[in-house]
């Protein structure tokens, strides 16, 4: 029941991210998305049999962390290379400019962080899980700072739909590490 769910709250991102781009650009990245699916399945598996001992959750969210990872990080360089290429055509520097060298520079940050970090999260690491959720999460939240903006209908929706995907899994992978036999902190002695 729990794996559904969990599956559930997933889906529902990137299916919404896909929803809210345009009608042509939705067929690329269904596709896109399915072939993502796959690599995770097959990254999922082999980190299995690597790492039986380990908790399932940490080699879900291992796989998602690479295959995320590295959508972002080649995301990151070329839109860094495509920015650096309109900042020297407009031969102006406006704030937008800078705006849209940091959206680079994070994308490369999030991304290279989720890669260096997978093998640490595969293996059951709890510091990796928090640094990873806490480097997600400030990505996540420059994301939805740039939803909004016009122009970016095209690229936004399925990158925060994919680290949203990803968020749901590390917050899975967080509450696996609690301990079961916890006291409440709402109970005063």
Not at 4 to 9: A, C, K, Y
Request: hydrophobic share 60%; aromatic share 12%.
């Amino acid at each position: 029941m729990r794996k559904s769910l969990l599956i559930g709250f997933s889906i529902m991102p990137l299916v919404a991210g896909i929803g809210l781009m345009e009608v042509g650009e939705r067929g690329i990245a269904a596709s896109a998305y399915v072939l993502l699916l796959l690599f995770i399945v097959f990254l999922y598996r082999r980190f299995r049999r690597a790492a039986a001992h380990v908790p399932r959750i940490f080699h879900a969210s291992a796989a998602i962390a690479v295959s995320v990872g590295l959508i972002t990080m080649v995301s990151g360089m070329i839109h860094s290379a495509a920015v650096t290429a309109v900042a020297f055509d407009e031969r102006r520097w406006v704030p937008l400019t800078i705006l849209r060298f940091t959206t680079g520079a994070l994308l490369m940050y999030a991304g290279a962080t989720s890669v260096v970090l997978h093998r640490a999260i595969r293996n059951g690491k709890h510091w990796a899980v928090g640094v990873s959720a806490a480097t997600s999460f400030l990505f996540w939240s420059y994301l939805l700072f740039l939803f909004p903006l016009p122009g970016t209908g095209g690229t936004v929706p399925p990158m925060l739909g994919m680290w949203t995907a990803y968020l749901v899994w590390l917050g899975a992978a967080v509450f696996a590490m609690l301990p079961r036999n916890a006291p409440r902190l709402d109970v005063i002695h």
